[in-house]
């Protein structure tokens, strides 16, 4: 997720924004931190959590629609000459990718998550442009970071109850 975080911050930086060069390694220095404490927590708690069969189903074919939702919804747009909705659409298919997900691994917080990208890329839609774009870029970078730091902040947590 915190990759993801920092694509959408990086896109906004370069499509809203329209800053170039090592300004756009930025984004994922933060992704990179959230990686490191990531990887911090797995190897104290052994490995992380194991993911039943229905869930890893579960997320491969969400995935591969995100993928290639994001494909359509930006060919979409484009089509419709309102590249400034690029951000909001992937904003849209990435929170819609997290609907199926919740469901199959029995994750709650996935459907807030999902439904806060779906929130903000509505909102994105619906604000005048370039805001729109800004906001949802800006907006699901924050929501996806977020979720990452809560979902490591998590796994210390366990760690440290089980250790003490």
Known sequence: MSFFGAVFFALTLAWQWHVSGPTL??????????????????????????????????LLWASTGEGIGVFVANNIVMSLHRPEWRLPAMAFVVGLHFLPIAYGAAFRAFYILGA??????????????PFGGELAGVAAAVCLWSASIIAVFHDWSMTYNKKY
Not at 46 to 56: E, F, H, I, P, T
Not at 116 to 129: D, E, H, K, N
């Open 116 to 129: 806060t990208l779906i929130a903000i890329a509505l909102i994105g839609f619906a604000v005048p442009m």
């Open 25 to 58: 390694i930025l984004p994922f220095l933060v992704f990179a931190f959230i990686g490191l404490a990531a990887l911090h927590a797995l190897r104290r708690s052994g490995g992380g959590n194991v993911l039943s069969s229905r869930a890893k189903r579960t």
